[in-house]
């Protein structure tokens, strides 16, 4: 079993006993606490079809599906949810399919939390992402290689 396939196992693993009947995982990340070279692991966000929940430690949150990550820079990108999570770039794949799968299970005149995301490619237009997006998504049926997903990130 890959690296990328040992990640996803342990995603799941963490989020089945909080998911709904019928509730997808889409895509999971870990935070960390601590700066520079003294960082540990914090707690795990897990993304699924409903919602975001953050799984660490004795407790799990429940939080909204309706928000924008943001597109990940810098060598730690924060996500300002109920507090202040930092995610390091080794994660940014996710954090970018997370807005994808947003962006495709959202009614386009129904805003969400937080601001515009752009898709894994910097050198398209909006325009020309927007169908890359799209085309991906309804492409979805057709077999992928195992652990793929639209960019390349994590599937379930």
Same mark, same amino acid.
């Given at each position: 079993? =890959?690296? &990328?396939?040992?990640?996803?196992? &342990?995603? #799941?693993?963490? +989020? @089945?006993?909080? !998911? ?14 601590? #700066? =520079?070279?003294?960082? %540990? ?5 897990v993304v699924t079809d409903r919602a975001i929940l953050i799984v660490g430690g004795r407790e799990t949150?429940?939080?909204?599906? @309706?928000?924008?990550?943001? &597109? ?9 949810? @109920?507090?202040?999570? &930092?995610?390091?770039?080794? %994660? ?6 997370? @807005? ?11 805003? +969400? ?7 894994? #490619?910097?050198?398209?237009?909006? =325009?020309? +992402?927007?169908? +890359?997006?799209? /085309? /991906?998504?309804?492409?979805?049926? #057709? ?10 990130? !994590?599937? %379930?």
């Open positions: 079993m =890959g690296y &990328k396939e040992r990640r996803a196992e &342990k995603i #799941s693993t963490l +989020a @089945d006993p909080h !998911l709904e009947t019928g509730e997808q995982i889409q895509t999971g990340f870990l935070t960390i606490k601590g #700066s =520079g070279i003294f960082t %540990w692991p914090a707690e795990w966000i949150q429940r939080l909204p599906r @309706d928000f924008w990550f943001g &597109k990940p820079t810098g060598l730690y990108h924060e996500i300002e949810l @109920d507090r202040t999570y &930092k995610v390091h770039r080794q %994660w940014y794949q996710e954090i970018i399919a997370a @807005d994808e799968a947003l962006r495709g299970n959202q009614d386009p005149d129904e805003p +969400a939390v937080g601001g515009p995301v752009r898709p894994c #490619s910097d050198d398209l237009d909006d =325009g020309a +992402a927007i169908l +890359a997006i799209l /085309a /991906a998504l309804s492409s979805r049926s #057709s077999p992928r290689g195992a652990g793929q997903g639209l960019c390349g990130h !994590l599937a %379930w």
